[in-house]
Structure formats: structure tokens, C-alpha cells
């Protein structure tokens, strides 16, 4: 019986986070994407056939479900932070949710939001006005989902003299709607001054001509 026990005290809970930890930091998980599910599965069959076959019955279940809960809390909070966060980072976020309103209309809401200081929204909705306004000058075509990222490489084939703007204010918007940066009355600025500028600007071809 004691021999049993100390193979109990061999896999604690402490151990099983640590284990948990050194095999979800392995660096071929960031290498070797279509893999990791396997290798996971693989790791918590050979952990689990571990601790079921050193511990006794009585045991068995408070030691295999505490170490395989830190496991499965530690597989997801990884997943979520750093698969998913860093794909939509990459691509940015999208402009529009739903059906998109007339720029004027987008313009009034940013307005609106502004004077009441929620520049959260006002930032939003002064960037689909933006958008919005550019797809009616056809500077850019209009497409459903494009994310402020786009939208900026885009206009600034066509506009190159804002395209150091447009840029900022994909960088503000982005950071507004991930939550990175508490937006303010400059970030709201920005963009009120970025729309106000590209309402004026005219393709680089039309000035060439």
C-alpha cells in the first residue's frame, strides 16, 4: 500500500501544471499548426494511462481529474489567446456589422457621439462613413467584411498622399474595437480630420491628368 502511495505523490497537482505548461510552451506548437492537435491527444492519453495505472481505485479519481482539469483550463485559455487573437489581428477588424447606412448618416451618428464623448463609437462610426464615402467616389469597390486594414491598403493605392493617414486611423480603429487603447477625444479627432481630408482628396491619376 505505501508503494502505491508514494506513486500517487509521484504525479501531484502541482506536477500535472507543470507538465501541462513545459509541453503547451513547446515552440513546434507555433511551427507545426496541423500537428498540435494530435501531439495534445497523444500527450493527455500517455498522461492519463500514467495516473490511472499508479493510483489506487480509491484515489484514482480526485488524482486523474485535478491535473487533466489544470490541463484542459491552461489548453484553452492558450488556444484562445494565442491562435485566435493573432489571426484577427493580422487581417484587422471589420468595418461594418450589418448593413452599412448612408455616409451622411454614419457622419450624424460619429458627430453625435462625439459632442456626448463616447469616442469609442464615434471613432466606429466616423471610419464607415469613410468607407462608405470612398465606395460611392469609386475609390474603392464595395465589398462586404472588409476590415479597416484593407480598407486603408486600398484607398492608399489610389490616394497615396493619405495613405500615411489612412493607416493611423486603421491603427485607431483597430485598437479601439480590440479593446487595446481607450479611445479619446484625439482618437476621434484623428478620424474626424482623416474624413474631412479624404472628401477633398482626388485620385493621384486625376491630379496627374
Do not use: K
Not at 11 to 18: A, F, L, P, S
Not at 43 to 71: H, K, M, R, Y
Not at 128 to 146: C, F, K, N, W
Amino acid at each position: 500500500m505505501s508503494a502505491h502511495l508514494a506513486a500517487v505523490g509521484e504525479v501531484t497537482q502541482d506536477e500535472g501544471r507543470r507538465r501541462a505548461v513545459e509541453e503547451l510552451s513547446d515552440p513546434l506548437y507555433g511551427s507545426q499548426e496541423p500537428s498540435l492537435l494530435d501531439r495534445v491527444l497523444t500527450w493527455l492519453q500517455e498522461l492519463l494511462a500514467e495516473l490511472t495505472a499508479n493510483a489506487p481505485d480509491a484515489l484514482s479519481g480526485w488524482v486523474v481529474l485535478g491535473p487533466l482539469l489544470v490541463i484542459v483550463a491552461v489548453l484553452v485559455v492558450w488556444l484562445i489567446v494565442w491562435l485566435r487573437p493573432s489571426r484577427s489581428r493580422a487581417a484587422g477588424a471589420p468595418v461594418h456589422e450589418g448593413t452599412p447606412l448612408s455616409a451622411t448618416d454614419h457622419r450624424a451618428a460619429a458627430d453625435r457621439h462625439e459632442a456626448a464623448g463616447e469616442f469609442a463609437a464615434a471613432v466606429t462610426e466616423r471610419l464607415r462613413a469613410v468607407s462608405v464615402d470612398l465606395e460611392d467616389r469609386a475609390i474603392i469597390t464595395p465589398r462586404a467584411g472588409r476590415t479597416a486594414t484593407e480598407l486603408a491598403a486600398e484607398a492608399s493605392t489610389v490616394l497615396p498622399g493619405e495613405a500615411e493617414g489612412l493607416r493611423e486611423g486603421a491603427r485607431v480603429f483597430n485598437d479601439v474595437v480590440y479593446g487595446d487603447r481607450e479611445a479619446t477625444a484625439d482618437s476621434a479627432r484623428i478620424l474626424r480630420e482623416l474624413d474631412t481630408r479624404l472628401r477633398a482628396a482626388r485620385p493621384a491619376e486625376e491630379v496627374g491628368g
